[in-house]
């Protein structure tokens, strides 16, 4: 999977097509990641001895092949590849050839 935690991503199809916000987890094993406001789903916890019952607002995952990396200085998605630099293996973009990473 290309994307990690921390990346800036924007969802390109999907009931949230357009919103963007950063990765707060990737799972890798199921091509999923979670990403900050996007996808949010209700959870209804029932009442314990030290909190009371409370409806909570959480992300759910959505798949890894609909997010794609979002560039904030361009403020539009972008394509990205790998290249070795003073031998390590960073992201690049594309379009500008920028490090990513």
Known sequence: ?????????????????GKHGKVLKAMPKENRVVVEGVNMQTKHAKATRQTGAEIK???GPIDASNVMLYDAKAKEVIKFGYAVKDGKKVRVSKKTGNVID
């Open 1 to 17: 999977m290309r994307i990690k935690k921390g990346d800036t991503v924007m969802v390109i199809t999907g009931k949230d097509k």
């Open 57 to 59: 607002h959480l992300e």
